[in-house]
């Protein structure tokens, strides 16, 4: 089961991202005040600690969030969108540019118990 899709704009927008900076990953921002914004790094600058979870793919590059965030998110289907503005957060590489990742969320159907 897939936990992460991207809209179109966001798969443009990675490709052109992707095209200046090689294969990318993105992290789930776990902060107050960034935890709407997917960090996007080059691929081997960011490690993956051992407690993060790989949720699937957007235009073929990994998307991660943190063990314990996964925790409360596992009911969730994430979604990476692009809107304008500038990026969430200094070092991720959507910084500085006219549009900037942001994870929208839909609460899936919990299991019976």
């Not at 991207?6 to 990318?24: C, K, S, Y």
């Not at 996007?40 to 600058?45: A, F, L, N, R, T």
């Not at 993956?48 to 289907?77: F, R």
Request: contains cysteine; negative net charge; aromatic residues 8%.
């Amino acid at each position: 089961m897939t936990k992460v899709t991207a809209t179109e704009v966001a798969l443009a927008f990675l490709e052109e991202i992707v095209a200046d900076h090689g294969p990318v990953l993105f992290h789930q921002s776990g902060g107050c005040c960034d935890g709407s914004a997917p960090m996007c790094y080059p691929q081997g600058e960011f490690r993956i600690g051992e407690n993060d979870v790989k949720l699937g793919e957007i235009g073929g590059m990994p998307v991660y969030i943190s063990g314990a965030q996964y925790e409360v998110w596992k009911h969730t289907d994430i979604t990476i969108d692009a809107i304008p503005g500038l990026g969430g957060g200094q070092f991720s590489l959507d910084n500085g540019r006219p549009l900037r990742f942001l994870t929208r969320s839909e609460i899936c159907d919990l299991p019976e118990s």
